[in-house]
């Protein structure tokens, strides 16, 4: 007895600071590799475009320290107010034309009673098809002599020049991503829809509930905090649109489909100015940051409310 009263007394008290340590290591052992590749191809490539765009890169012959001469240039760039305001009507129309879509298509799907199966794979099957074979049928369907002007013709409009016409050049593009994109956000809204309790449905269905007042009044209401997280992708996503106006357009007519992140790619990968190109990238980076906190400290005060 004495033996083991000494022991007791001989124990050590653990530090919490310790303790906890040994509570959490094994969770974060198995993340550390998912935390080793995010810093390696995330955020070093960012901090390495930060320090890019302090400097004049030359991997020849060296880059050199230059303070904030691109990101003056990029100021005093006269295309840089056309492309910011390209970038902005381009996300304007994502948001007016291609928003909704999913959301609507989700719901429609999530009333049917049978088939709905095969209606997921349906809609997501534009995601499916590479990239190449999107635009190339897209191509084909704006051309002067394709299918779509062939089918305006029965109704007697003039023929429409899809591409090459400034004034629905933008909005060509954005009916073709709009049709290519939103397979997967739709698949977003209905894993939403299926969380929403059953009991709600078969209630509304027994006091005698439409289907218009059931989407109303349950599931609206139900995936309302899925809006406002698919609007802060929308944006920044469109924000950084440039493959469909490169693929379709290359920036024309006249520049009219030429984006922020079409001319980003253009200083880099054509004028090979890859410090200009990383301070476009920064001051892009500080812009959909502040949006993002912008957005989402407004979600959480109106679910405060």
């Known amino acids: 007895m004495s033996t083991q009263t000494a022991r007791v007394k001989g124990r050590q008290p653990v530090h919490p600071l310790i303790k906890k340590s040994k509570d959490y290591l094994w969770g974060v052992l198995f993340i550390l590799p998912a935390i080793i590749v995010f810093c390696l191809f995330l955020w070093t490539p960012i901090a390495k475009g930060v320090v890019y765009s302090f400097m004049h890169v030359d991997f020849i012959n060296g880059s050199n320290y230059v303070g904030l001469k691109n990101y003056r240039e990029v100021i005093a760039n006269s295309d840089m107010g056309m492309t910011i305001w390209n970038t902005i009507y381009y996300m304007f129309l994502c948001v007016l034309l291609g928003f909704w879509v999913p959301s609507i298509v989700a719901i429609a799907i999530s009333e049917l009673r049978r088939f709905q199966g095969v209606m997921r794979l349906i809609v997501y099957l534009p995601h499916i098809v590479p990239a190449v074979v999107l635009y190339g049928m897209w191509q084909w369907?704006?051309?002067?002599?394709?299918?779509?002007?062939?089918?305006?013709?029965?109704?007697?409009?003039?023929?429409?020049?899809?591409?090459?016409?400034?004034?629905?050049?933008?909005?060509?593009?954005?009916?073709?991503?709009?049709?290519?994109?939103?397979?997967?956000?739709?698949?977003?809204?209905?894993?939403?829809?299926?969380?929403?309790?059953?009991?709600?449905?078969?209630?509304?269905?027994?006091?005698?509930?439409?289907?218009?007042?059931?989407?109303?009044?349950?599931?609206?209401?139900?995936?309302?905090?899925?809006?406002?997280?698919?609007?802060?992708?929308?944006?920044?996503?469109?924000?950084?649109?440039?493959?469909?106006?490169?693929?379709?357009?290359?920036?024309?007519?006249?520049?009219?489909?030429?984006?922020?992140?079409?001319?980003?790619?253009?200083e880099a990968f054509t004028n090979l100015n890859y410090g200009r190109a990383s301070a476009m990238g920064v001051l892009m980076f500080l812009v959909?940051?502040?949006?993002?906190?912008?957005?989402?400290?407004?979600?959480?005060?109106?679910?405060?409310?």
């Open 141 to 266: 369907l704006y051309d002067p002599l394709g299918p779509v002007n062939q089918i305006a013709s029965w109704f007697g409009d003039h023929q429409l020049m899809w591409l090459t016409d400034k004034s629905i050049a933008m909005i060509s593009i954005v009916i073709a991503e709009t049709w290519q994109a939103f397979g997967g956000a739709t698949l977003i809204y209905l894993a939403g829809i299926v969380g929403i309790p059953k009991d709600l449905y078969e209630a509304a269905e027994i006091d005698g509930a439409g289907v218009l007042q059931r989407i109303r009044h349950i599931t609206i209401p139900g995936i309302r905090h899925l809006y406002v997280l698919m609007f802060i992708l929308q944006l920044i996503s469109t924000s950084q649109g440039f493959m469909t106006h490169m693929a379709l357009t290359g920036g024309g007519p006249n520049n009219a489909t030429l984006t922020y992140m079409y001319q980003i790619i253009n």
């Open 288 to 305: 959909l940051t502040s949006l993002s906190t912008v957005l989402y400290y407004f979600q959480g005060r109106s679910k405060k409310v």
